[in-house]
DNA sequence: GCGGGCATGTAACTAGTTACATGATTTT
DNA sequence: AAAATCATGTAACTAGTTACATGCCCGC
């Protein structure tokens, strides 16, 4: 129930709609750590308000709820971060792909290989320039943080892909030489 | 559904029974990639015979049945691998862990960050040095090559979100200077 | 002969997705 | 006035988990 507590935290640092906290789902947040559509965010807020850990603090246009973390929900959040996680689980279907090419055949292995470097190392540069574009040394608590903590490891995710997809490369082709 | 892709690409690998599937998923499969008890494998394997894609090649002691991939089921994988994955979903509960922090007040998430890199480096180091204790360079491809493929992203994995955390709790520290 | 690991399965439940449905505001 | 976006929801379905259930084989 994970999801539960994504909701949580992204109240904790600012309080939403759930139509905004379904968006944040579609960014880094929702591309590294946790995924979940619109039809699953407003189900699950009701059920938080009527667990006491979030409560609807203002009703705007178009029938907007704005949903805030509760005492009793920070607590929670809380506990939930501070506490060691168990054995953890993750599904990544990009991973996934990564770990099957063992069972490609050669040449097939080292084009994917290659062109995995080549796409992984893209974006870790495009997300290099935006940050050179700005060096905003906001705060890394609250709102800006999360952003900047989430683009931080997006950045340093993509790099790690790309020096494995180098290294397997690299060694594909020393084990084949043509 | 990317488990039945998972369970193609293991046994592109090699042909096994239902229950070494289940059990690849407690190792780095399951860690970083795509996890599954044998609770989902046993009829997924059934589904899989039924469609084509792997077939019961030999029944051993204890009832044990080992599927083999057909032809048509290297074909799919092979399909699959390589045609460019689409907007690609993410579950990865520490990783949200790892983005929340920024809800949680300075003097915690620095320890929890701290806390982070000191874990994760410990398991890298780990992993480092059964690396350096067998230096096998037995082929990328095949049986053997999923298994070091896995490892060595795990490890950089590892090394990576240690490198995060240090970077996030050093930015941290100038933010609040005591 | 007994305990642990091998080996398979079903049933009830939970979480999340896809498709459907509606309507209000803002922008062009 | 139309299109885009904001904003919420339900229903049917799919995927995966937890709990339950069974039995065989091997080492001690």
Redo the contacts with the bound molecule.
């Keep these: 129930?994970?999801?539960r507590h994504a909701l949580l935290g992204l109240l904790a640092v600012r309080p939403s709609?759930?139509?905004?906290l379904?968006?944040e789902f579609e960014g880094d947040l929702g591309r590294h750590a946790?995924?979940?559509?619109?039809?699953?965010v407003?189900?699950?807020?009701?059920r938080m308000a009527e667990d006491g850990l979030a409560e609807v603090t203002a009703e705007?246009?178009?029938?907007?709820?704005?949903y805030t973390v509760t005492e009793t929900g920070r607590t929670e959040l809380h506990r939930w971060l501070m506490s060691p996680p168990g054995p953890t689980?993750a599904?990544n279907e990009y991973v996934l792909r990564m770990f099957l090419i063992s069972a490609l055949p050669h040449d097939d292995a080292l084009a994917l290989l290659e062109q995995i470097a080549e796409s992984t190392g893209d974006a870790a540069a495009e997300l290099r320039a935006v940050r050179e574009a700005h060096p905003d040394d906001g705060p890394l608590l609250g709102a800006d943080g999360f952003g900047q903590l989430a683009a931080e490891y997006g950045l340093r995710q993509y790099e790690a892909v790309r020096d494995w997809a180098r290294w397997a490369a690299e060694r594909l082709r020393d084990e084949k030489p043509a």
């Design positions: 129930m994970s999801l709609t759930g139509y905004e379904a968006k946790w995924q979940a559509g619109h039809t699953s407003y189900p699950e807020l009701n705007g246009a178009r029938g907007a709820k704005t689980r599904r």
